[in-house]
């Protein structure tokens, strides 16, 4: 176990945390939380690369806990009317299609390999910038104003190109298509 992945273990464990802050009304707390998680995230990333302590298991429990985080912090901004629910509805149903595609794929004996997209990498920035955002407000009795707006319909915009970008890729993958766009023979 490399000190990443120790690292990225206690991220899982502050998602219960920042939760259970948020539900009782600590959102000083589960900012605190947040930013510890974000904190932590790049320090076991930094650890990793300069002190060549990657693994496959951090390359799977690393984009797992910041999406659990990222994902529980939304359903529960949702729940208290902090985000609109039609873009939670949409970021969980994106992150449902992609982990749907992986295990079916996985299940049919043609695993997609892992690659973000660019487009999603986008989109996991903006939703971390908006939760951010509305729990600092929460925190710090302040409104967020026009930010806020502005994030929020770029967050469902990326939400939706994210999604479909997948999709399509997905559905190329499945098809046996390469990036030329030609198809790929099977035995």
């Known amino acids: 176990m490399t000190i990443p992945n120790i690292i990225t273990l206690f991220r899982f464990l502050l998602v219960p945390a920042v939760v259970f802050a948020l539900i009782t009304q600590e959102v000083d707390w589960a900012f605190a939380g947040f930013l510890a998680a974000g904190v932590s995230d790049a320090v076991d990333g930094f650890i990793a690369r300069q002190f060549d302590q990657r693994s496959e298991l951090g390359a799977y429990l690393d984009p797992i806990a910041d999406k659990l985080l990222l994902v529980s912090v939304f359903v529960v901004l949702g729940y208290m009317g902090h985000l609109p629910l039609w873009l939670v509805v949409a970021a969980v149903s994106r992150d449902a299609l992609i982990v749907g595609g992986v295990v079916l794929s996985t299940v049919m004996g043609n695993p997609v390999p892992m690659k973000p997209l660019l487009v999603s990498k986008a989109n996991t920035l903006v939703q971390i910038l908006l939760a951010a955002l509305v729990l600092a407000s929460l925190a710090l009795s302040f409104?967020?104003?026009?930010?806020?707006?502005?994030?929020?319909?770029?967050?469902?915009?990326?939400?939706?190109?994210?999604?479909?970008?997948?999709?399509?890729?997905?559905?190329?993958?499945?098809?046996?298509?390469?990036?030329?766009?030609?198809?790929?023979?099977?035995?």
């Open 143 to 187: 409104t967020p104003g026009i930010v806020y707006s502005g994030l929020v319909y770029l967050s469902g915009l990326l939400t939706v190109a994210s999604g479909a970008a997948y999709l399509v890729s997905w559905i190329k993958h499945m098809g046996g298509y390469v990036d030329t766009g030609t198809p790929q023979g099977r035995d």
